[in-house]
């Protein structure tokens, strides 16, 4: 990979990556259903956000989150804008903890990713359940919290190896 | 004290309203607009609703084909485990073959039975069908509907009822110019007019957002004379928007309150979109 990241195209193409991540996980969603695994659900776009905004926010851009925003929510069949809401959410208190951050700690920033999922969840919750009066399974929303936070290291190390190079591709 | 306040701010500040070198737009205005968004999506003024068509069918398609690669994936997991299960099942189907042969006659009998009653009694159910592809059969942890081809260009209306085979699959939610979305019955929103056969009693059956539906609102004594094996779960008609006989799921003696869909949602390929008629001097 760090060869190719010489070749002026292939720049490019890394520098896009995790915008391009970002759109397929919304038109398509890392859902995995079709393993039919009863308790299993967790949101790779939170997970996304978090790690990217929070790394370096030059490589996703907040118009392209609000954009993937309004693409899940039409295709899950939310109300229009609340994915967008809590995307933007998420970026505002990276971009907080980025800001008052000197020393980065993997454990804290894992715990800030369980407090933001968990408030934004339940914002989402308290719009459908008591603005748009959409029935919600609260089980499943922790669930999938659950799960969010827990897979979260292991899409930190994808995510770090996908940052390095491209850095790489930046600085060289 | 003072000091870490004016920190604070700075900090908070800078995440709001900063922009970075290749952000175009503040997090502050994009919030905003995403509100309005929220708000202007709750109302149902007619621009809004055009508007929010259009961009449906447009990330519906995209999502159609973005989707290819998880369908094969999805496809071939299916053909494994249909593989395995059709082995396994043989000898059950043809015993139950067998069974189904005998039973047809007494059905054909009733159906002829049936269509010289309602002749008599001057009643007649019409039926519009059509046949849509499942675009997109996203089962999100919060929702259970599926994508399909047809929409308000194909005379799809809100209401109408999916089938696949001959079971109740949902019912349409939502319509746009070239595709629609149907509600299906596991999700936690969908509520229908059910009759529990042979008990004959009326009920509700509600999705719980899993492969399998719940009974409600059934009279008390159900529990007690329920003392068959398994109850057919149909349709009863009530409310007018499905017709009364549609076959939905199964009752086993083990769980009385659980409703095992007869369709599997996770396998619809294609499906009937109906409507009915009804007409009579009733």
Redesign the interface.
């Known amino acids: 990979m760090k060869s190719l990241n010489k070749v002026p195209i292939f720049k490019f193409i890394f520098s896009y990556i995790p915008i391009i991540i970002l759109f397929i996980s919304v038109f398509n969603e890392f859902d995995f259903n079709f393993i039919n695994l009863e308790y299993f659900s967790f949101n790779f776009v939170h997970i996304l956000v978090f790690y990217w905004t929070l790394k370096n926010p030059i490589y996703l851009g907040y118009f392209s989150i609000f954009i993937a925003g309004i693409i899940n929510d039409v295709v899950v069949a939310l109300p229009v804008g609340i994915s967008s809401f809590c995307y933007l959410l998420i970026c505002t208190l990276t971009s907080y903890l980025r800001n008052i951050t000197l020393s980065p700690n993997f454990i804290k920033d894992w715990f800030f990713l369980l407090f933001i999922i968990l408030l934004i969840n339940s914002i989402q919750v308290l719009i459908l359940d008591l603005i748009f009066l959409i029935e919600v399974n609260y089980f499943k929303y922790l669930v999938n919290t659950g799960f969010t936070f827990i897979l979260y290291p292991i899409f930190l190390v994808l995510f770090n190896y996908i940052y390095q190079n491209i850095s790489i591709t930046n600085y060289d | 004290m003072a000091t870490s306040r004016d920190?604070f701010v700075?900090?908070?500040r800078?995440?709001?309203l900063k922009k970075?070198?290749?952000?175009?737009?503040?997090?502050i205005s994009?919030?905003f607009?995403?509100?309005?968004?929220?708000i202007?999506?709750?109302f149902d003024f007619k621009i809004v609703k055009i508007i929010?068509s259009g961009?449906?069918d447009v990330?519906?398609r995209?999502?159609f084909i973005?989707?290819i690669p998880?369908n094969k994936?999805?496809n071939i997991?299916?053909q494994i485990e249909t593989h395995f299960k059709i082995y396994n099942n043989y000898q059950n189907i043809e015993t139950e073959l067998e069974i189904l042969k005998q039973e047809r006659l007494t059905y054909n009998f009733l159906k002829i039975e049936n269509e010289k009653l309602r002749k008599l009694m001057n009643e007649s159910i019409n039926s519009n069908e059509l046949v849509a592809k499942v675009l997109?059969d996203?089962?999100?942890?919060?929702?259970k509907?599926i994508i399909l081809n047809k929409g308000s260009r194909d005379k799809v209306e809100i209401g109408m009822v999916i089938i696949d085979g001959v079971y109740l699959v949902g019912k349409i939610i939502?319509v746009n110019y070239t595709n629609s979305?149907a509600l299906l019955l596991s999700d936690?929103?969908s509520k229908i007019p059910v009759i529990l056969q042979p008990l004959g009693i009326q009920a509700i059956a509600s999705g719980v957002?899993?492969?399998y539906g719940n009974i409600q609102y059934s009279k008390e004594e159900y529990k007690d004379i329920f003392n068959i094996s398994e109850v057919i779960v149909y349709t009863s008609g009530l409310g007018g928007l499905f017709k009364a006989g549609i076959p939905v799921g199964k009752i086993y003696k083990d769980n009385i309150d659980k409703i095992n869909f007869f369709s599997d949602f996770?396998q619809l390929e294609y499906v009937k979109i109906s409507s009915y008629d009804f007409e009579g001097n009733n």
Request: aromatic residues 8%; positive net charge; without cysteine.
């Open positions: 920190d700075i900090a908070f800078s995440a709001f970075k070198d290749k952000q175009k737009f503040s997090l994009l919030i607009l995403s509100i309005l968004i929220i202007l999506s709750s929010k961009i449906n990330i519906y995209s999502s973005v989707s998880e994936i999805k997991n299916n997109i996203r089962e999100s942890p919060f929702l509907s939502e979305r936690i929103n957002g899993e492969e996770r």
